[in-house]
């Protein structure tokens, strides 16, 4: 299955210190899952035609992106590992290198997955991502932070908030 390739073009335009956050309440009824985002951010279309939400911290780069993406699986069996492969060779095709730097097993909500941390760099710009598929009963999830590798810490303090808000 072919599932959620990140835009890195349009990553590499984003990318600012998240900060400290009031998080609001989000649900919509075409999503399959609630959550609370940081107070302020915009929504934003990369383009990609993915399902979920994509939203950023700032209207103009540099900003933090945050995508929570969904895939329905249509009765097909899913291998998180596998997806990791693909979505991994997508990045490598848009000229980065990709170095992982942590993988385990997690878990948000209620469904069970996987989750990885990226250094991306291509050139001067070096990126951080952090990546969690979950395989959900009908649907396979991609959850994402994207920010600078000097901004990161912060911004990933703050999405492991927005993530213990996901409810299925």
């Known amino acids: ?11 590499l335009l984003f990318s ?16 399959p899952f609630r959550f609370s985002h940081p107070q ?26 945050i995508r929570l993406l969904f895939v329905p699986k249509n009765g097909k069996a899913i291998n998180v590992t596998q ?8 990045l490598k095709s848009t000229g980065v290198t990709l170095k992982t730097l942590t993988s385990k097993a997690a878990s ?9 941390e990226y250094q991306l760099t291509r050139g001067k710009d070096a990126l951080r991502m952090r990546v969690w598929f979950g395989n959900g ?3 396979l999830y991609s959850f994402q932070l994207t920010d600078t590798a000097a901004r990161y810490a912060a911004a990933n303090a ?7 808000t996901v409810r299925f």
Do not use: C, H
């Not at 990369?46 to 979920?52: E, N, P």
């Not at 997806?83 to 997508?90: I, L």
């Not at 948000?108 to 990885?116: D, K, L």
């Open 40 to 65: 302020g951010w915009l929504g934003v279309d990369l383009g990609d035609k993915t399902s979920g939400v994509s939203m950023v911290s700032a209207k103009a780069p540099p900003a933090t992106m």
């Open 137 to 139: 009963a009908k649907n």
């Open 158 to 164: 703050l999405y492991s908030k927005v993530l213990a």
């Open 16 to 31: 600012s210190l998240a900060g400290a956050q009031t998080l609001v309440a989000f649900s919509d009824p075409k999503l």
């Open 83 to 90: 997806e990791f492969g693909g979505f991994e060779q997508g």
């Open 108 to 116: 948000y909500g209620g469904v069970s997955g996987t989750e990885r």
């Open 1 to 11: 299955m072919k599932v959620l390739r990140s835009i890195l073009p349009a990553a």
